[in-house]
C-alpha cells in the first residue's frame, strides 16, 4: 500500500517535472560517499554501479564542463549523475565540442536537444508554462479569479 501511494506521488510529480529530479535522486542522483574523480564517478554510474550509464557509454557534463571554466570547480560538484546526460553515441558527444566524422559542431539547439536531460528540459516547459500563464493573469485578470476554488467565473 505505501509504495502504490508513492507510486501514485511520483506519477503527480511528473505532470510538473519534479518528477525526474525525484526519480534521478532515488536512482543515485547524488553521490556523497568515496571519490569523486571522474574515472570513480564513472564507474560509480556504470554498469558495476547504479546503472545510470551503459558499459562504454559517453557521458556529457552539461551544466558545468569537466574542462574549461569547469576546472575551477571541485570534483565532487561537476562529477555528479546530475550533471552528467548519458549521450546515444560517442559521436554525438564530440560534436557538442566540435566536428566529427565530416559533421559540423552541434549548433545551439543541437547542443540543448542533445545535451540536456530530459528531467531538466521537462523543468523548463513547466517554468514557460508558470510565465505565460502569469502573463495570461496580468493581461485578463479575470482569468485568475476563475481559477480561485470557490468563486464562480464572472
Known sequence: MVGAVGN????????TGEGYVLKSLA?????????HAWKDTRKWM???GRGLLEKGQHGH????????????WPDAIKNQPWNVKAMPSEEVHARMRGARNGKPKFNAAERYIYGTPNWWKVQ??????HAANGVQEGLNPSAREAR???RPPR
Open 148 to 150: 480561485q476554488p470557490g
Open 27 to 35: 536512482k543515485g542522483g547524488l553521490k556523497v560517499a568515496g571519490s
Open 46 to 48: 556504470g554498469h558495476e
Open 124 to 129: 523548463n516547459g513547466v517554468w514557460g508554462a
Open 8 to 15: 501514485g506521488a511520483l506519477a503527480l510529480t511528473d505532470l
Open 61 to 72: 557534463h552539461w551544466l558545468i564542463p569537466q574542462n574549461g571554466w569547469g576546472k575551477t
